[in-house]
């Protein structure tokens, strides 16, 4: 009980000090993964090399049709037998 009153009460100091230590040994990693591990090699080489040739995949399996919807078209108009006009109930006056 007497420890306890004298420490102070302060909570956000273990976490600065959690963020503090996690973030330099994560730093520290990344700094030595950096000096062990190689370099990356350039996306694309400035020049092809003949014995490495390009490898082209041609598949059987064809894609579905090409849908074309024509939206320059108006939409087709209802004739006089299919407009239904809804009346509510509430408005028998």
């Known amino acids: 009980m007497l420890m306890r009153a004298s420490q102070p009460t302060d909570a956000a100091l273990p976490l600065r000090g959690y963020f503090l230590s996690v973030g330099g040994a994560l730093a520290c990693l990344l700094l030595l993964a950096s000096w062990v591990l190689p370099a ?17 995949i041609h598949s059987d399996v064809k894609p579905p049709e090409r849908v074309v919807i024509d939206t320059s078209q108006s939409l087709p108009g209802l004739s006089d037998k299919e407009i239904v006009v809804a009346r509510s109930p509430a408005a028998r006056d």
């Open 40 to 56: 990356q090699l350039p996306a694309h080489p400035a020049e092809m090399d003949p014995a490495r040739l390009p490898i082209r």
